[in-house]
């Protein structure tokens, strides 16, 4: 891993987008700082009675398109650059799936494995109530990311709830459910959503490949498709390594921060995976504690141990990075052996990284189109809310399917258009799109001076 810093890089990809877009000089200030980030402190009790301070974060990048909208990150390295990054990526990756929001993401840095669930539900209630006056169905629309999940997305809607009936806020039964997205179904949750941003991914692939003139080998079912290695096998990686498996690709590698599996001759079922990790328990209802690579038959299927980062170095047809960002760098680019990299993960490949696998001709699927199938559902999921609607999985699916296409096949598009990388044509769309909704809402730049 490297220290290539995720904001600057943003910058760096808005600023390269922009030139070649020709995009507002008013509208590239707008979007080059968040319009307002937040730093709240978390004291919070201990069970064994100490007393321990967290920082937490949010960053409201862009709202021209819509509310806020972005998720929550529980992890040790979440810091204000991070934060910044990921706020702005979301700006970019809802536009680029056409969704009426605008980007904010968050977190707070911490181990979550590291304390209790009763500590654990202590620290996401008081950091909902110090973001009270900033998030709501309107304003800013947290969700899921590392390491949190919908439990804890229950927690935060609840403390909300408490908190604007202690204030006398007045809220609609569907505004208070809308405050958060990737609820539990009973609080109002959509069907499907946990399974979307792999889902969505394995749709955008699907449809790309398709384009490149690529598809017909992965269409066969069974273990004859194009092979895969996932690294990160969380709530994106578990769900595009089994909808990938479904449509035919053979998937031969899987690694979680623990360590990883490989199995040249195809991993069975990904799922048993899935079940192995789940029969080892989950820490405090929330987090699996199970491992890829303890997985029990792998001897069985002619499979070896891995580290978890030799994963993106195996002699693969497609790489699915679905874990941290910073994992393809200026170290590692020039041993990857893939010809597709799929990008579910925020932000995976560094800018020095980026170059080289450009100039060796891998075709880089971008983080900003790869994995918008997770805010495509929530903003079903919100709209659902709002207006007392409920649809179901297939339905949820089928949909998501139709917009993954829509904009891949929007980026392809401006790839050709534009002759260039679909990162930059994906940044391109997203930028077109905005510019529309910033004129069209009269900000132009006599108008909004
Ligand atoms: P998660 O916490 O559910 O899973 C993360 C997985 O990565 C775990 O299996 C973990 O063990 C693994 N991991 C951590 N460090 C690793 C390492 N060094 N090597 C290999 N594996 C490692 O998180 P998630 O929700 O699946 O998110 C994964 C990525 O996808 C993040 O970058 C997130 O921002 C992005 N993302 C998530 C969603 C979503 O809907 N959850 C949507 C868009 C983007």
């Not at 170059?355 to 983080?367: C, H, Q, S, T």
Request: proline residues 4%.
């Amino acid at each position: 891993m490297n220290n290539d810093n995720p904001w600057i890089r943003a910058k760096l990809q808005l600023t390269k987008a922009s030139e070649k877009l020709g995009l507002d000089k008013l509208l590239f200030s707008m979007l080059s700082e968040p319009d307002r980030t937040i730093e709240v402190s978390l004291p919070i009790q201990m069970e064994n009675g100490s007393i321990k301070v967290f920082r937490g974060y949010r960053v409201q990048h862009s709202n021209i398109q819509g509310p806020y909208k972005g998720g929550i990150r529980y992890h040790p390295k979440v810091d204000m650059d991070e934060v910044k990054a990921l706020a702005f990526w979301m700006t970019m990756k809802n536009a680029v799936v056409d969704v009426p929001f605008g980007g904010a993401k968050g977190g707070i840095a911490f181990d979550p494995k590291s304390l209790s669930e009763i500590e654990l539900e202590k620290l996401t209630r008081q950091f909902s109530r110090k973001l009270l006056d900033v998030v709501g169905a309107y304003k800013d629309v947290p969700a899921p990311d590392m390491n949190t999940n919908s439990k804890i997305m229950g927690w935060i809607v609840d403390e909300f709830k408490v908190q604007s009936e202690k204030l006398k806020v007045k809220y609609s039964e569907g505004e208070l459910r809308a405050v958060v997205t990737g609820k539990p179904l009973e609080m109002g949750g959509l069907e499907g959503r946990v399974v979307a941003t792999g889902f969505g991914g394995a749709q955008v692939l699907m449809s790309m490949l398709k384009k490149l003139g690529k598809s017909q080998k992965a269409v066969p079912a069974g273990r004859q498709g194009l092979t895969v290695a996932i690294m990160g096998f969380g709530n994106v990686g578990r769900f595009v390594a089994h909808y990938l498996q479904k449509m035919g690709f053979k998937i031969v590698a899987l690694s979680d921060s623990r360590g990883g599996i490989y199995v040249p001759d195809g991993i069975e079922d990904t799922e048993e995976i899935n079940k192995y990790k789940e029969e080892k328990g989950f820490l405090s209802g929330c987090y699996c504690v199970g491992s890829v690579c303890g997985f029990k038959n792998k001897k069985k299927l002619g499979g070896r141990d891995i580290k978890p980062d030799e994963v993106l170095e195996l002699p693969v047809d497609i790489l699915v990075p679905a874990a941290l960002e910073n994992v393809i760098t200026h170290n590692n680019a020039d041993k990857i052996k893939a010809k597709i990299i799929l990008e579910l993960a925020n932000g995976p490949t560094t800018l020095e990284g980026d170059k080289i696998l450009n100039k060796k001709g891998i075709i880089v699927i971008p983080d900003i189109l790869a994995n918008s199938g997770g805010v495509a559902t929530s903003y079903f999921e919100w709209y659902q809310n709002l207006h007392e609607r409920h649809w179901t999985k297939e339905r949820v699916l089928k949909k998501l399917k139709e917009k993954m296409e829509i904009a891949t096949n929007e980026v392809y598009r401006a790839s050709l258009e534009y002759k260039t990388t679909l990162r930059e044509a994906a940044y391109i769309q997203a930028l077109k799109r905005i510019e529309k909704s910033w004129r069209n809402k009269n900000f132009s730049s006599r108008n909004s001076q």
